[in-house]
Nanobody, 122 residues
Framework: QVQLVESGGGLVQAAGSLRLSCAAS????????VGWFRQAPGKERTFVAG????????TYADSVKGRFTISRDNLLNMVYLQMNSLKPEDTALYYC???????????????WGQGTQVTVSS
């Protein structure tokens, strides 16, 4: 069993920055990857970024490359998503998820947090 809690969401102006955090607890040794997903009302939940806990290999959705950075602190069991140059289209509920490998598919993650809302105003 793995528990994930997201934090750091809020309201920010376009072109601004926000940093999301994902705190993991429980049997974190059973997972090697954390992914960030987002979902806007009436839209599919889509992949944003992922990272392995072992050596920190990262992958990003094309829509956020160059703007978002995922990182981790294994000693603290924390994963972060630094979001810069935010756009209104980034507005969504952001989730972190844990799985065995980094995947762009929601079904490949066994554990999910409750989500944190990010709203970007124009």
């Amino acid at each position: 069993q793995v528990q994930l809690v997201e934090s750091g969401g809020g309201l920010v102006q376009a072109a601004g920055s926000l940093r999301l955090s994902c705190a993991a607890s429980g049997r974190t040794f059973s997972t090697d990857a954390v992914g960030w997903f987002r979902q806007a009302p009436g839209k599919e939940r889509t992949f944003v970024a992922g990272i392995t806990k072992s050596i920190g290999i990262t992958t990003y959705a094309d829509s956020v490359k160059g703007r978002f950075t995922i990182s981790r602190d294994n000693l603290l069991n924390m994963v972060y998503l630094q979001m810069n140059s935010l756009k209104p289209e980034d507005t969504a509920l952001y989730y972190c998820a844990a799985g065995t490998v980094v995947s762009r598919t929601t079904g490949d993650y066994a554990y999910w947090g409750q989500g944190t809302q990010v709203t970007v105003s124009s």
